[in-house]
């Protein structure tokens, strides 16, 4: 195994939205990648900061302080404890950075709520 990764790959293994798949780990950090449509539960997270890449679509991130809308290649982190609520009424496809005990909903269980899976 040569240790590369298929980004398209690790998306196509899957349909659900808001459901990430870690596809690699980096000292204790998952590499994760998630599909988005419609509105996520607004959350934060107080230990830990929250990486966003955009690969495809398009993303809003809903914070107190403004909006950020994030297109393919665009980057944002979201500062530990800041409250945010990710939104993509188009769909988007996101890879995540976050230490790999971390729940995808953060401080604010809900349905949406996933189970660690790797792809």
């Not at 997270?45 to 403004?66: A, C, Q, W, Y």
């Amino acid at each position: 195994m040569d240790g590369r990764i298929d980004l398209a790959s690790a998306l196509s293994t899957f349909d659900e939205a808001w459901a990430p798949r870690t596809v690699a780990s980096l000292n204790d950090y998952d590499v994760r990648v998630v599909k988005t449509q419609g509105e996520f539960t607004r959350h934060s997270h107080p230990e830990t900061d929250e990486f966003f890449l955009v690969l495809r679509g398009s993303l809003t991130i809903k914070m107190d302080g403004g909006d950020v809308e994030l297109g393919p290649g665009q980057v944002y982190v979201v500062p530990r404890g800041v409250s945010h609520q990710p939104v993509s009424a188009e769909g988007a496809e996101v890879l995540l950075i976050e230490p790999s005990a971390t729940t995808n909903t953060g401080d604010t269980p809900s349905e949406l709520t996933a189970e660690r899976r790797a792809v």
